[in-house]
């Protein structure tokens, strides 16, 4: 008999919803808003009327649901309790005991960016490796550590947070976190512009960068594809930092596979391969071999390794 799961990825706009065959399989997948007004109250109700409406139309018992997987923009200790979202008006609160009374169904719940690479582990860009870095490059940088097929949490639910480890003891800009010299200052989309803007201000020379208001990060990729100077000397600059930051991570992780997503990973190849260049002239020989590969489940992820979080 056929097994089911659900995998809600819950971000500050939409909640993300699929149903999937436990293989791996998805059948469907569907949206609702997030309703974050009066501290996001009304969200796991929301989610739970969803996942239950569906139930109802596919004739789906619950002895048939092997659980429902949930991320969260946030850190999630192993317990499920969240202990901040920001985004969605949450403090510290325990989702897994709330989600379980609602449903009566097995719940988990993890941080969007590791379950984002649980999922790519499953059935996506590290598909059949068990220890695997995974790097989002949009607004900020997220990531997610897997070692013997498992999340890396932490006890507070920051293990992954890799946009916040530090690159640069002398800058002077400060981070969104508060801090100075995160990577996610250099690697980020905001990132790549703001490093773009620094050597447009120090340089003189001439590039189509200065044709663009606003900046964004493609038109960066794209004049580098193109053999602009300038372009080209910042994906070097952007690369380079996060090159040498997945070294330092390696000695720790030693990964089979590191897999590179989000918005800025559609700069396709000119942006893993010189990660990659950058990454081998820096690593521990033994990791220097590690792989590179571009996410492949989009937007999907995040649905895919909630399900993957409730099968392990």
């Known amino acids: 008999m056929k097994k089911y799961g ?30 974050t007004d009066n501290h996001g109250e009304n ?3 929301d989610v739970t009327d969803s996942v239950m409406g569906k139930m109802a139309e596919k004739g789906i018992s619950k002895e048939d649901v092997q659980g429902v997987g949930i991320g969260v923009p946030g850190p999630v200790t192993a317990e499920g309790v969240v202990q901040k979202c920001v985004n969605l008006g949450w403090g510290v609160f325990d989702v897994v005991k709330e989600m379980t009374e609602k449903t009566g169904l097995y719940i988990k ?9 649980l999922g790519e582990m499953w059935q996506g860009g590290g598909k059949g490796r068990k220890n695997m870095i995974m790097v989002t490059l949009g607004t900020g940088v997220g990531g997610g550590i897997i070692v013997d097929g498992k999340i890396v949490a932490g006890s507070h639910g920051a293990g992954g947070e890799i946009g916040h480890m530090t690159v640069n003891t002398e ?13 996610e200052q250099y690697a980020s989309a905001t990132g790549a512009v703001r490093l773009a803007k620094r050597k447009l201000q120090a340089t003189d020379k001439q590039t189509v960068l200065r044709n663009y208001d606003p900046l964004t990060a493609k038109d960066i990729f794209d004049a580098a594809k193109a053999k602009d100077q300038v372009a080209d000397e910042v994906v070097e600059e952007m690369t380079m930092i996060l090159g040498k930051q997945l070294s330092d991570m390696a000695c720790v992780v030693d990964p089979e ?16 391969e010189r990660i990659q260049k950058y990454y081998k002239k820096a690593a521990f020989l033994v990791c220097r071999n590690a792989e590179f590969a571009l996410a492949t489940l989009g937007n999907d992820a995040g649905m895919y390794g909630c399900v993957q979080m409730i099968l392990q």
């Open 6 to 35: 659900f995998g809600v990825d819950i971000g500050g706009t939409t909640c993300k919803i699929g149903l999937f065959e436990t293989t791996g399989v998805i059948i469907e997948k569907w949206e609702i808003p997030t309703r």
């Open 43 to 45: 969200i796991l109700s």
């Open 109 to 117: 719940v993890g941080n969007d960016a590791n379950v984002a690479a």
């Open 171 to 183: 800058e002077t800009e400060q981070c969104g976190c508060g801090r100075y010299g995160c990577l």
């Open 257 to 272: 596979i590191i897999v590179i997503g989000g918005g800025v990973s559609k700069a396709g190849t000119i942006l893993t």
